[in-house]
């Protein structure tokens, strides 16, 4: 099957605040790193796409969801607030919805949701059973009990 758009990366705005002024968020740091490498891999500019201008006050746009049915993966920044978040868990399971529509969310025994979990969390209790069912990748280690966020360039 032929996709529009490589990826989208879902993630909660919080979540991309710098922590020093003049700073890339971690999210904005994550898609230039993953933009460079996977563009390099596929020999071309990968089309990699993210909502980086929706506010919590904006209609979930009907133009995000249509939008699914035309991308490949699905790479879900997973954090607290995103797992809280009636936005961010809406938009993994309209693409879950897309995808079984368009080859099946996963395909052989791959995913076409990739989970980056940039801090742990609780429950996985919102997030879709074929989500639940994948590892992830962890970017973050714990140091003495506390996660320490890796940088989002390389991970582990």
Known sequence: MSFDQDAFISYAHIDNEPLTPGQKGWVSQFHATLQAMLSQRLGEEARIWRDDKLDGNDVFSDEII???A???????????????SEWCTRELRKFCEAAARTGGVTIGNKSRVFKVIKTP???????????????????????????QEL??????
């Open 66 to 68: 249509e939008q699914f």
């Open 70 to 84: 035309k991308t490949a993966l699905l790479v879900s920044i997973l954090s607290p607030r995103y797992v809280r």
């Open 121 to 147: 969390f609780e429950t996985a209790a919102p997030l879709p059973e074929a989500v639940q069912q994948t590892l992830g990748y962890e970017f973050y280690a714990l140091d003495n009990g506390d996660p």
């Open 151 to 156: 940088d989002p360039a390389f991970g582990d």
